[in-house]
C-alpha cells in the first residue's frame, strides 16, 4: 500500500527552465512532508519541506507547495541547473504513539539539459 | 559537523552468509532509522531507534534480520543468513527526537551472489 506516489519515474528540463516534481498522498494524517535530493552512489539528501498548516515554503530555487484537499504536493525549481540532475524523494510523516513515521514515494530522476 | 557515517560502502557475500553494516549517527541526535532501498524504489523503514530503545521494528523481518544500538548511539544491522532479495541499498538516517528531518549516510550497497 503506496501512501506516497510519485507517478513520474523520470522528467527531462532544459536549464533554465522551470522544473516541476508532483507527489501525491493517501494519508490525511500526514503533517510534515520533506524533499530529498539523491546523486548515485549517495544517500538521501534533506532540500525542503513544509508543514501541514503551511501551503508554501520557499528556499532559494526551490518552493514547495501543498494542496491539502487534493492531498497533492509539489516541488518547483526555478531557474533549473544541470547541477539538479538527480533523484528527487518525496516524504511525508505521520505521527503515531511512537513518535514520527515516514514514508517515501519511488523517486523521480531530474535530468536538466545544458 | 560530521554527517551520518556507515560503513562498509559496498558488500557482495554468496547467499545464506552472514553479514553486519555499521552506522555512526550525527552527534547528538537521538533517533536513528536503518531503511532499505529497493533498485526504483523509495527508501522503506526496517527499525527506528529512539536512543537504544527500539520503538518500531514492525517492518523488520525478525527471522533473518536483527538489529541494535547499544548505548544510544552507533548501530549495527545484521542479516543472517542472507537471501538473494536482500540485495538492495541500506540506509542508516538520525534525526533529533522532536525535529521532523532525517539526514541520511551513504547507505551500504549489498550484493547477494
Known amino acids: 500500500d503506496q501512501q506516497v506516489k510519485q507517478n513520474s519515474p523520470s522528467l527531462s528540463v532544459q536549464e533554465g527552465r522551470i522544473s516541476i516534481l508532483n507527489c501525491d498522498y493517501t494519508n490525511s494524517m500526514f503533517d510534515y512532508f520533506l524533499w530529498y535530493k539523491k546523486y548515485p552512489a549517495e544517500g538521501p539528501t534533506f532540500l525542503i519541506s513544509i508543514s501541514s498548516i503551511k501551503d508554501k515554503n520557499e528556499d532559494g530555487r526551490f518552493t514547495v507547495f501543498l494542496n491539502k484537499s487534493a492531498k497533492h504536493l509539489s516541488l518547483h525549481i526555478v531557474p533549473s541547473q544541470p547541477g539538479d540532475s538527480a533523484v528527487y524523494f518525496c516524504?511525508?510523516?505521520?505521527?503515531?504513539?511512537?513518535?514520527?513515521?515516514?514514508?517515501f514515494g519511488t523517486g523521480t530522476s531530474l535530468t536538466v539539459i545544458p | 559537523e560530521a554527517g551520518v557515517v556507515q560503513s562498509p560502502r559496498y558488500k557482495i557475500i554468496e547467499k545464506k552468509q552472514p553479514v553486519a553494516f555499521w552506522c555512526n549517527p550525527i552527534?547528538?541526535?537521538?533517533?536513528l532509522y536503518w531503511y532499505r532501498q529497493n533498485l526504483g524504489q523509495g527508501p522503506e523503514l526496517l527499525i527506528r531507534y529512539e536512543n537504544e530503545e527500539a520503538v518500531d521494528d514492525s517492518q523488520l523481518p525478525k527471522d533473518r534480520f536483527s538489529a541494535e544500538r547499544l548505548k544510544g548511539v552507533d548501530s549495527t544491522l545484521k542479516i543472517q543468513p542472507a537471501e538473494l532479495g536482500d540485495s538492495a541499498v541500506y540506509l542508516c538516517?538520525?534525526?533529533?527526537?522532536?525535529?521532523?528531518?532525517?539526514?541520511f549516510g551513504p547507505g551500504t550497497r549489498l550484493l547477494v551472489l
Open positions: 552527534s547528538g541526535h537521538n533517533t
Open positions: 538516517a538520525s534525526s533529533f527526537v522532536t525535529q521532523e528531518t532525517q539526514y
Open positions: 516524504a511525508a510523516s505521520a505521527k503515531s504513539y511512537t513518535g514520527n513515521q515516514f514514508y
